[in-house]
């Protein structure tokens, strides 16, 4: 692969912002006009970005490869497992468990809140549909039971399942932005939580709760296509095994960061073959895989006797076939994220950025922001955002570490806020809920324009505190 300098001959820095911009229109235009698939026109603009910029035809098919593979080397594994986690917690019944629990735990006049809190738990491995989906009949038999407008459960629930989507890896807004800005995934996990807690509580939860009492009230719909099948409840996991399963891979992963911290600042050994085994399980995709394998057992295997492979192999099927779709997205986005580095577009972004005195982390937000409002796709802002963001980052060997974190969260709040009309989240839960657009605009649009700005907020604070 040729280098930067070689890549850019010819261009100044104004005409590499100027490919840039037109870049990005065209993407948009095809996304949005044309209505061509993200994946095909991420594609189709990176090999016109490269040829553009002077990128010869004997390096072109090296450089779109190099970023495609790379990112898909990373990201898939992460978004796969958490994918079949997920999908283990929802069929085993687990959902049910956590809602009916906390729910019974918190009362029947803060049942928002342990239904908002089950889905927070509930949304770390799952994406947001899906998730939604499964916890529709738990939030639609606890409207009918308190005879409550259906809005005081289901957007708590689903402002839960927005801030764990937007802020948590393995979701794959978070993994890729992180993978493209070499982030750490315990790091990135640590500012998350950090930021996305209060953020849920706030945003997701406390605004959902006044937002809905503001609006009329909303009955219960009779949408049976809602209903999945009911596991009996002595067939079901118990609560602590539930909870064992979703936490599992958080205190692993944890405890690579940790190690690896101990060990870069010597208070251990880091070559010590305990401390390297202890490391190598916490490493994110092998704490996944563990999690995932002990989740199978536990809610699946012990449960049935006969069938039970089968059953966990159709299980992984129904995982996997949707998130193909986001894999190969987020693989073309490091396509274009890769053609930006060798272009030299990266370097002309950053020599702009300083002239113009705008800080990195903002301009990540912002970036990711506009392609957001303009094209709906959470997954398409975060990945174009990080992609262009991430030759400023790793040339700054300041950003590094839980700086490099920050940005990453800051980059997937831009991503995940502002959803409108042109957002399939949107309608999912217009739809879901029973409401009509002017009602959605009112209330979910706010409270993701919340969530957005509050988790950038915090994450700034944090980058500041550094």
Not at 172 to 191: E, K, N, R, S
Not at 284 to 308: D, F, N
Request: aromatic content about 8%; overall charge neutral; proline content about 5%.
């Amino acid at each position: 692969m040729q280098d930067t300098t070689q890549a850019a001959a010819g261009l100044s820095t104004l005409g590499l912002m100027g490919i840039a911009v037109a870049a990005i229109a065209l993407l948009l235009v095809l996304i949005i006009r044309v209505r061509l698939h993200p994946f095909f026109a991420l594609v189709i603009v990176s090999i016109g970005t490269a040829l553009a910029t002077g990128i010869t035809v004997a390096d072109l098919l090296p450089t779109l490869l190099g970023g495609f593979g790379k990112t898909l080397g990373n990201v898939a594994l992460l978004i796969g497992f958490g994918a079949v986690l997920g999908r283990l917690v929802a069929v085993s019944g687990g959902a049910r468990v956590l809602a009916d629990t906390l729910i019974s735990l918190f009362g029947s006049k803060r049942a928002p809140l342990g239904l908002s809190i089950a889905c927070l738990l509930f949304g770390f491995p799952i994406f947001l549909d899906a998730a939604f989906v499964v916890m529709l009949p738990v939030i639609y038999s606890v409207a009918r039971e308190l005879k409550a407008s259906l809005l005081l459960y289901g957007l708590p629930a689903a402002g839960a399942f927005l801030v764990m989507h937007a802020l948590m890896p393995p979701h794959p807004g978070p993994v890729a932005a992180a993978v493209f800005l070499h982030a750490d995934i315990g790091q990135v996990l640590f500012v998350a939580l950090l930021v996305g807690l209060p953020t849920w509580y706030v945003m997701g939860y406390r605004l959902s709760l006044i937002l809905a009492k503001r609006s009329p009230f909303q009955p219960v719909p009779n949408f049976m296509g809602a209903e999945s099948e009911e596991i009996p409840p002595e067939k079901r996991p118990a609560f602590g095994t539930v909870l064992l399963v979703l936490l599992l891979p958080l205190v692993l992963i944890f405890l690579n960061t940790g190690l690896s911290t101990l060990g870069q600042s010597g208070v251990i050994d880091g070559d010590n073959p305990l401390v390297s085994a202890l490391m190598v399980i916490g490493e994110t995709p092998i704490a996944l895989l563990i999690s995932t394998c002990i989740a199978m057992w536990l809610l699946v295997i012990r449960a049935r006797e006969r069938g039970a492979m089968d059953s966990i192999n159709e299980i992984v099927e129904q995982a996997l076939s949707p998130v193909c779709s986001i894999i190969l997205i987020t693989g073309a986005g490091g396509m274009f994220g890769g053609v930006l580095t060798a272009s030299g577009i990266g370097d002309a972004l950053a020599d702009s950025l300083q002239a113009f005195g705008l800080p990195v982390i903002l301009a990540g937000y912002v970036i990711a922001s506009v392609i957001r409002i303009a094209q709906g796709s959470a997954t398409v802002a975060g990945t174009t955002a990080a992609g262009i963001m991430a030759p400023v980052v790793l040339g700054d060997p300041t950003l590094a570490g839980l700086p490099a974190a920050c940005i990453t969260v800051a980059i997937v709040a831009g991503a995940i806020g502002y959803s409108h009309v042109n957002d399939s989240g949107f309608w999912l839960v217009g739809r879901f809920l029973g409401v009509d657009t002017k009602t959605m605009l009112k209330t979910w649009t706010v409270i993701s324009i919340g969530i957005s700005l509050m988790s950038f907020a915090l994450a700034w604070l944090v980058f500041s505190l550094l």
